[in-house]
Nanobody
Framework: QVQLVESGGGLVQPGGSLRLSCAAS????????MSWYRQAPGKERERVAV????????NYVDSVKGRFTISRDNAKNTVYLQMDSLKPEDTAVYYC?????????WGQGTQVTVSS
């Protein structure tokens, strides 16, 4: 059974930091590109960051470049999103995604709220 379980969300003040984790099971993690998406109320889901299977290739949406860092640990079947200098506009539900040529999987999401 495929599972992607996100954790680490919560309420943080502007300028603060959070680290999201996504623990994967039920598939060969090291063969999948991993991404973090987010969806704010009334907006479409957007991809925030993606990391290749070896961790050597990463890409970010312009709005988070220089503030967010995606990483993965293939030994632990886990992908992370370090979020620094958070802004109110980063408020959203954050989803973990695993994608290969044939399949893709989603986690259930974790809420991130940036507010004073």
């Amino acid at each position: 059974q495929v599972q992607l379980v996100e954790s680490g969300g919560g309420l943080v003040q502007p300028g603060g930091s959070l680290r999201l984790s996504c623990a994967a099971s039920g598939f060969i993690f090291s063969r999948y590109d991993m991404s973090w998406y987010r969806q704010a109320p009334g907006k479409e889901r957007e991809r925030v960051a993606v990391i290749g299977i070896t961790g050597g290739n990463t890409n970010y949406v312009d709005s988070v470049k220089g503030r967010f860092t995606i990483s993965r640990d293939n030994a632990k079947n886990t992908v992370y999103l370090q979020m620094d200098s958070l802004k109110p506009e980063d408020t959203a539900v954050y989803y973990c995604n695993a994608a290969s040529y044939y399949y893709y999987y989603w986690g259930q999401g974790t809420q991130v709220t940036v507010s004073s």
